[in-house]
């Protein structure tokens, strides 16, 4: 068990708090339709980044008004279906604790505000007090900038955290902002997060050791 010393914790949200993989293949399959793509191929390009992004890659002719109005539909789509969507193990009980002990935490996600307010809603998070969402950044993972960005609005330097991702994308975002990064294997394998300086399955396996002196993560 390795013992992380820290002031603060970053949080992605999909696939580290939140399982919303039912909603996403959903909403990113049926996109993937609609435009004449493949849907497995979508799917694999698409986690760990932001949205816009995606669409970009994936619809290379397509001009800056055409990418926007296709990342609202998308947006519109994925705030208001919800369904499936759930708590991964422990996060709600570590998120808790973390309010009961002060201990400060933000959730640092590529999902716009009303998709990842949504999300965090139907998995019954508890509302981070530092919610950065792309509406925030010039730029997204796998760039620092977000992160960066999650430790500035909690008071801190990303070298005093440590980040939770669950894609190489987001775990290079941390890991560039000088952050401790530990990778969760909700869905890809070890070999996958390479990025990461430890792995855990879930949530449930950390424990906190907090005093007027220390704050240490155990994982």
Known sequence: MANVPFKGLLFDLDGTLVDSIP????????????????????LSVIHGRPAMESISELLEDASQAEVV???QWLEDYESTDTKGTKALPG????????????????IVTSGTLPVANARIKAAGLPLPKVLVTPE??????????PYLTGAKELGLSADQCICFEDTQAGLLSGKSANAVAIGILSHASKAELPAADYHIR??????????????????
Not at 91 to 105: G, I, T
Not at 136 to 145: D, Q
Request: glycine share 2%; aromatic share 6%; charged share 20%.
């Open 91 to 106: 996060s709600v009980a570590l998120l808790n604790a973390l309010n009961e002990k002060q201990v400060p935490w933000a």
């Open 136 to 145: 925030k950044l010039t730029n997204g993972k796998p760039h620092p900038e």
């Open 69 to 71: 109005r296709e990342f």
């Open 23 to 42: 909603a996403v293949t959903r909403a990113w399959s049926q996109w993937a339709q609609i435009k004449g793509l493949d849907p497995e191929h979508v």
């Open 202 to 219: 879930s949530m449930a396996e950390l424990e906190l050791d907090i005093s007027p002196t220390k704050m240490m993560l155990h994982c």
